[in-house]
């Protein structure tokens, strides 16, 4: 209700609401966004370079009214932003002091120096205000007064504030809680999610997974016992064989909900379609290729295949220009028939978690997609990679609840889809895990889920990954 008490910032409030579900509608031509990106694109750098000191030295020869298409040959002439500006430069990539922001969040740090994410009003009402567009058409397939769980990895994210806004936008009741946090713990969120009883949550796969595991230690079956009819994930890696066992779990449909980050805020979201979406109102998308840099050619169905670049379309705290997100993706045209007019994403991961495996080239998404196809029921997984005179081999190991009848593992389809895919062996290992599989969206999926025996050079993301777990409550 804060834009009660602003008249200038309810009317922006209104006019990105009205803009989005005259996009959804349909009722936007393409030609007319075309004309919209293009007017905000230009804007967003002008505005970079008039208040963000980093865009004023890093985009000093470029000029917005130059811009006049978004084609690959014009949009190369914008320099990139990577990772590692954001890194070096810190606060001066913000546009706005942090004073002028309502909120302040910070990546994860994990690995090297956290970056400051402030957002202002014009920040949260258009990122939010997509997501509540996007899931509507999601939740209405669920009923009215809905309650959701919202189980995000800590305090200084956006997560919790994120969702609890959106649901309340679409008159959800929500309970947000931190199993990881000392004052909680998993205990206590299995007892909040049963008691209120919760329909929804919001949570990583990972987490998904932990909290059922939990449940079943307490003698609690999460089909039977609780009532969770939809689960809407983000924050890791989740191929569509992952999100279904997440679903069979909990006897519920489980979404890849959100493709964000800390620095971009959203850059898909899910349907009711269950496909993640792209933002065409807060982004534009380039695909490029990850080691020259140039955009890539589409495939003859049109799909775009690389790392995912990003410009913001909304001039707040922090609009990155030609953002290096780092991760693969493959791009795909809107369907007809789709519930929402955007083209759709696969996020197949971090560019440098690619792996070589019998000789061929696999991304984290493709990989857990196949080795996930047929086990159904499992609590967590992990999977080792070793050589054996000089060819490599699989291991996938799982964690299964005993006695549940549910549980179904066809080693011999996982057996034949590798051969065939990736010529290698795969063998099948069952019993508890370890906290480090809980890792994925602090760290990276690669640290969490794959144990590569193949080398002898130290991996400080596992590192990482290891010393994290030992201050969380488990």
Not at 52 to 78: E, G, M
Request: glycine share 8%; proline share 6%.
């Amino acid at each position: 209700m804060f834009t009660v008490f602003n008249e200038e910032i309810a009317r922006v409030a209104r006019d990105i609401r009205d803009r989005h579900y005259a996009y959804v509608r349909g009722e936007m031509p393409e030609a007319d966004l075309a004309a919209w990106q293009l007017s905000q694109f230009r804007s967003t750098v002008a505005y970079v370079k008039d208040n963000s000191p980093f865009y004023k030295r890093h985009l000093a020869d470029v000029d917005p009214a130059s811009i006049t298409a978004l084609t690959p040959r014009q949009l190369a002439s914008v320099p990139f932003t990577t990772k590692d500006d954001l890194r070096n430069e810190f606060e001066a990539v913000l546009s706005q002091p942090l004073n002028k922001a309502w909120i302040f969040y910070e990546t994860t740090g994990t690995t090297g120096r956290s970056t400051p994410c402030p957002r202002d009003n014009v920040d949260s009402l258009n990122n939010n205000t997509t997501l509540t567009v996007y899931y509507e058409t999601i939740f209405k397939q669920y009923g009215e007064n809905l309650v959701v769980g919202v189980s995000g990895p800590t305090e200084l994210h956006a997560f919790g504030d994120t969702f609890g806004e959106v649901c309340r936008n679409l008159g959800h009741a929500v309970a947000k809680m931190w199993p990881h946090s000392p004052m909680v713990g998993y205990d206590r969120a299995l007892k909040t999610l049963r008691e209120l009883p919760a329909n929804a949550l919001f949570s990583t796969p990972g987490m998904a997974l932990s909290l059922a595991k939990k449940a079943r230690a307490a003698g609690l079956d999460p089909r039977r016992d609780f009532h969770l009819d939809v689960i809407m994930c983000t924050g890791e890696l989740a191929s569509p064989s992952l999100l279904e066992n997440v679903g069979a779990v909990w006897g519920a449909r489980a979404y890849n909900a959100l493709y964000g980050s800390q620095e971009s805020s959203v850059m898909g979201a899910a349907a009711a379609d269950g496909l993640l979406h792209t933002a065409p109102l807060l982004n534009v998308y380039e695909v490029i290729d990850p080691v020259t840099g140039g955009a890539v050619e589409p495939a003859s169905d049109g799909v775009l295949h690389g790392e995912l670049v990003l410009t913001a379309l909304y001039q707040g705290s922090k609009p990155l220009i030609r953002y290096r997100t780092g991760d693969l993706v493959r791009l795909t045209p809107a369907a007809a028939g789709s519930p929402l007019p955007a083209p759709t994403l696969e996020v197949l991961g971090r560019t440098r978690d690619e792996l070589v495996i019998g000789g061929n080239r696999v991304n984290g998404y493709d990989l857990e997609n196949l080795l996930l196809a047929h086990p159904r029921g499992y609590l967590d997984y992990q999977i080792v990679i070793d050589e054996v005179e000089g060819r490599d081999t699989l291991t996938l190991r799982l964690e299964v609840p005993e006695g549940d009848p549910e549980v179904r593992v066809d080693e011999e389809s996982v057996v034949r889809d590798c051969r065939e895919r990736l010529g290698v062996e795969v063998s099948f290992a069952y019993g508890p895990l370890g906290p480090i599989t809980t890792t994925g969206a602090m760290v990276s999926w690669k640290a969490a889920r794959i144990e590569d025996r193949r080398g002898s050079a130290p991996d400080h993301e596992r590192a990482a990954a290891l010393a994290l777990t030992a201050g969380r409550a488990q």
